[in-house]
C-alpha cells in the first residue's frame, strides 16, 4: 500500500501497487509480512500532520512476519524465525543520547514507515540489530500492536512512575490504552479511563479499569501519574488537575494540537508533564517480555491489507475497540 502524497484518508491516499522486493542490505534482514498494526502515527503520515520525509512510501511500523532473506554479514535470526519490526529502525550509536541510554532521542534515527518503507506490504526490510524475537504466547495479529501501541504505552507508563498500588488515569482509550491498562493492572495499579466512545468505555470497563468517564469529569481521586494518548493539547488542564502533588503527566503521541494556557496552580507543587518521544530497545524488550509473562490479551480487528485506507478510516472515526492490524493474503490463507 503506497502512499505518493499526503491526503484526507476519505479520498483512499494509499493505493494498491507491485513494487520490487526490497533487498536487504548489509546486516539487514528480510521479512514476509503477515500482520502489520495501524496506529494513529500512520494516519498522520498518510493525512499530512506529520511532514513527509520520502516518496513515495510505503507507512506501518508494527510489522509481524518470518525472516525470509539475510543481508550480508546478518546471523542473528535464522531464516524462517519469527521477528517484529517496530518504529525505530536505525539509531547512530555515537551520539551523546545513543551512548547514555537515550537512543529515543538520537537526531540521525530512522523510522519505520516514515524515513524508510514500513509493513504494508508483503515483504519490508529491517537492520538485524533493530528487530525483535516475537514471544510464542501470541499469534501474529495480537503480536503486531505490542510493538508500538504496547511499546510506547509502556515508556510512557514507566515515565509516569505509578507505584504499585497507585492510581493511573488514561485519556483516550484506542490500542495503546488498552495495552498500558492491562500493563498497569497486572502490577496493581489502579487505573481510571477517561473517553468518550461507547464501545472503547466498554471495553475499559471489561478489562478492569476502577472508573470509566469523560475527559471534563473529575476523577474520584487524586491520581500519581496519567496519560494521555489522544492527540488533543486541550486535554492537558483537565489531566493536570487529576494529578497529586508530585505526580507526572506522560504525553504519549508524536502529534499533538496545542495546548491552552495553563493556571500555574495547575502545576504547582511539583506536577511534571513529560513528552514521550518513540522507544529505545530496552523499551521495546521489556514490553514483550512483561506482555508475555502477563499474559496481556490484545483486542484485535483485522483488515485485509488492500483495505488499508479503510482500516485507518475506521481508527479515524474510533470505529473499532482496541488496535486495528492489516493481514497479508498470505496470512489470511487467501
Ligand atoms: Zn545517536
Ligand atoms: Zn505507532
Not at 484526507?8 to 509480512?33: A, F, H, T, Y
Not at 482509550?173 to 502490577?187: D, K, P
Request: charged residues 20%; proline residues 7%.
Amino acid at each position: 500500500m503506497v502512499l505518493h502524497g499526503p491526503g484526507p484518508i476519505e479520498g483512499g491516499p494509499l493505493r494498491v501497487e507491485d513494487v520490487d522486493p526490497p533487498v536487504p542490505g548489509v546486516g539487514e534482514i528480510r521479512v514476509r509480512v503477515s500482520a502489520c498494526g495501524i496506529c494513529r502515527t500512520d494516519l498522520h503520515v498518510v493525512e499530512g500532520e506529520l511532514p513527509a520525509r520520502r516518496a513515495p512510501l510505503i507507512p506501518g511500523h508494527q510489522v509481524v512476519g518470518r525472516v525470509d532473506a539475510l543481508g550480508s554479514g546478518a546471523s542473528r535470526f535464522a531464516l524462517g524465525e519469527r521477528v517484529g519490526i517496530a518504529w525505530v529502525r536505525w539509531t547512530c550509536g555515537a551520539c551523546g543520547f545513543c551512548r547514555t541510554g537515550r537512543e529515543n532521542l538520537c537526531e540521525r534515527a530512522e523510522f519505520t514507515g516514515w524515513t524508510a518503507d514500513g509493513g504494508y506490504a508483503e515483504q519490508a526490510v529491517v537492520p538485524e540489530a533493530f528487530a525483535y524475537a516475537i514471544p510464542a504466547a501470541f499469534g501474529d495479529a495480537g503480536a503486531a500492536p505490542l510493538l508500538c501501541a504496547g511499546i510506547i504505552g509502556y515508556r510512557a507508563l514507566r515515565l509516569a512512575a505509578v507505584p504499585s498500588g497507585g492510581g493511573l488515569a488514561l485519556y483516550g482509550f484506542g490500542s495503546s490504552a488498552h495495552i498500558t491498562l492491562q500493563v498497569a493492572r497486572a502490577r496493581g495499579v489502579e487505573v481510571y479511563v477517561c473517553t468518550r466512545e461507547p464501545r472503547h468505555r466498554a471495553l475499559a470497563r471489561a478489562l478492569g479499569a476502577t472508573w470509566v468517564g469523560a475527559a471534563a469529569e473529575p476523577l474520584p481521586v487524586a491520581v500519581e501519574g496519567a496519560i494521555i494518548f489522544a492527540p488533543a493539547g486541550e486535554l492537558v488542564p483537565a489531566a493536570l488537575r487529576s494529578l497529586a502533588p508530585g505526580g507526572t503527566l506522560a504525553l504519549a503521541g508524536i502529534h499533538m494540537s496545542d495546548v491552552p494556557s495553563l493556571a500555574y496552580a495547575d502545576l504547582y507543587r511539583e506536577r511534571v508533564i513529560r513528552s514521550v518521544a518513540n522507544n529505545t530497545r530496552d523499551d521495546g524488550e521489556g514490553l514483550l517480555r512483561e506482555a508475555a509473562r502477563i499474559p496481556l490479551t490484545p483486542e484485535v480487528t483485522t483488515f485485509p491489507l488492500a483495505d488499508a485506507n479503510r482500516a485507518l478510516g475506521e481508527l479515524k472515526r474510533g470505529g473499532f475497540a482496541g488496535a486495528g492490524v492489516l493481514l497479508t493474503d498470505a496470512a489470511r490463507g487467501v
